[in-house]
Nanobody, 115 residues
């Protein structure tokens, strides 16, 4: 299993970024996926999840209405569109795949929101 995040960077408050997570090594279309983030000095926190078919989505309250999770099962990709970014969104963002009893994480991509 391999998860590779990309798309992070430095953005001004109010700006947007789209993160991607490329998955391989498992049958992507059969599994839900999720995004998490970890800010310096804080625990990793849940951001969003999406079902295998993309028809069931959940968001953390902190990002609801600003972030959108989606997936392309033909390309084995899961996305996180982030709009109206705030300085408190600064963190390393990770995608996550669970195949009980194992949990897989990508290496993360840094998002910095600063003027």
């Amino acid at each position: 299993v391999q998860l590779v995040e990309s798309g992070g960077g430095l953005v001004q408050p109010g700006g947007s970024l789209r993160l991607s997570c490329a998955a391989s090594g498992f049958t992507f279309s059969r599994h839900p996926m999720s995004w998490y983030r970890q800010a310096p000095g804080k625990e990793r926190e849940f951001i969003a999840s999406i079902s295998s078919a993309g028809d069931s989505i959940n968001y953390a309250d902190s990002v609801k209405g600003r972030f959108t999770i989606s997936r392309d099962n033909a390309k084995n990709l899961v996305y996180l569109q982030m709009n109206s970014l705030k300085p408190e969104d600064t963190a390393v963002y990770y995608c996550k795949f669970v195949s009980i009893p194992l949990t897989y994480w990508g290496q993360g991509t840094q998002v910095t929101v600063s003027s």
